[in-house]
């Protein structure tokens, strides 16, 4: 087994899953309380978001070849480090697809509902529920996603089967993905924004992406707007947020990611009644996680084979490191 090449999880994987990586592959995994014990033995990686790969963790990875991110962020990657080592940086981007935007759509679905306070009213034996309920009908409503990539372009399409009226804003996506959607194009993100009834975000975490919805963009929105995250809890300004749940300026808000995560106990948006937060659970489903590790294992076998991976986020280092094959 010495000539066998070594995959490290840097989280066990349940083993459903590690029975998917190749046969010929040794599986390892931390086995201390070092979340690093053991990547010096790997050729591949299979990395989840907790861990950031930077030029420290390069160096302890001297047989390190190629790194897939499962999921589709890849935020907690230092490509120019990883591009620097000669380590070639994956993700799984089609992997989460459904999962998330079905996740997206029940938050949607959940906080317009306003279903957490009417089952804390009856959890409180309050009485008087169809007078205190005001749930928003949604054929009809006005709802504006940030992001019409795989996700968003999912959600758009649930959406507008239920009869919601769907802007985006994306400046990075084609006319012809939104015409095909059916989607309403908006090349402004402040008037994308203002008509909504419901804003979903579902854009990638970058130094020009963070906090991107912040006091002044939620200012630009209508009163009582609602507001979903499925993408990363890094592009919500958490203060404004608050702000804005307390004065009504937003009339609820869905959360499966936040900043940070897990949230700990007592925190003010775990509190607070018009907010529903989920673990960074979307992607958390049967179905999902297999596709995520089949799609992330399939990249490191290739990469370990001298194939060119399909995913591969810093192309202009392959073939990477300890490799003799040619570009494929």
């Not at 089609?94 to 009213?121: C, M, Y």
């Not at 919601?164 to 090349?187: C, M, W």
């Not at 203060?239 to 949230?263: F, I, Q, R, Y």
Request: charged share 20%; net charge negative; with cysteine.
């Amino acid at each position: 087994m010495s000539d066998s090449p070594t995959i490290w999880f840097d989280r066990r994987p349940a083993p459903e899953l590690a029975e998917l990586a190749p046969a010929e592959a040794n599986i390892e995994w931390p086995q201390s309380d070092d979340p690093l014990d053991g990547i010096d033995r790997a050729d591949g990686v299979i990395a989840g978001a907790s861990i950031i790969y930077d030029q420290t963790v390069f160096a302890l990875a001297s047989k390190l070849r190629v790194l897939v991110r499962a999921g589709i962020g890849f935020d907690n990657i230092v490509l120019d480090d990883a591009t620097d080592a000669g380590v070639a940086a994956c993700n799984t981007p089609d992997g989460p697809t459904i999962s998330t935007a079905e996740h997206a759509l029940a938050l949607i679905f959940s906080v317009t509902k306003g279903l957490q306070q009417s089952a804390n009213r009856l959890q409180r034996q309050e009485g008087n529920y169809g007078a205190s309920h005001n749930a928003l009908e949604l054929d009809g409503a006005r709802l504006t996603l940030i992001g019409l990539g795989r996700i968003g372009s999912r959600v758009a399409k649930v959406a507008a089967a239920a009869g919601i009226q769907v802007t985006a804003y994306d400046p990075f996506e084609s006319d012809e993905r939104f015409e095909a959607l059916g989607v309403t194009r908006s090349t402004d993100l402040g008037e994308a924004v203002s008509e909504a009834q419901i804003v979903s975000i579902h854009a990638p975490l970058s130094s020009k992406t963070r906090h991107l919805v912040d006091s002044n963009l939620i200012g630009r929105m209508r009163d009582g707007v609602f507001i979903v995250n499925t993408a990363r809890g890094g592009l919500i300004d958490d203060n404004a947020l608050l702000d804005a749940l307390d004065s009504g300026k937003v009339g609820g808000a869905g959360l499966d990611v936040t900043e940070p995560e897990p949230l700990p106990a007592g925190h003010p948006l775990l509190q607070h009644e018009g907010v529903l937060v989920t673990p960074h659970v979307a992607s958390a489903t049967a179905e999902g996680r297999h596709r995520i590790f089949t799609m992330a294992l399939d990249q490191v076998a290739a990469a370990l084979a001298g194939i060119k991976p399909s995913h591969i986020l810093n192309p202009e280092v392959w073939p990477g490191r300890n490799s003799n094959n040619e570009d494929a």
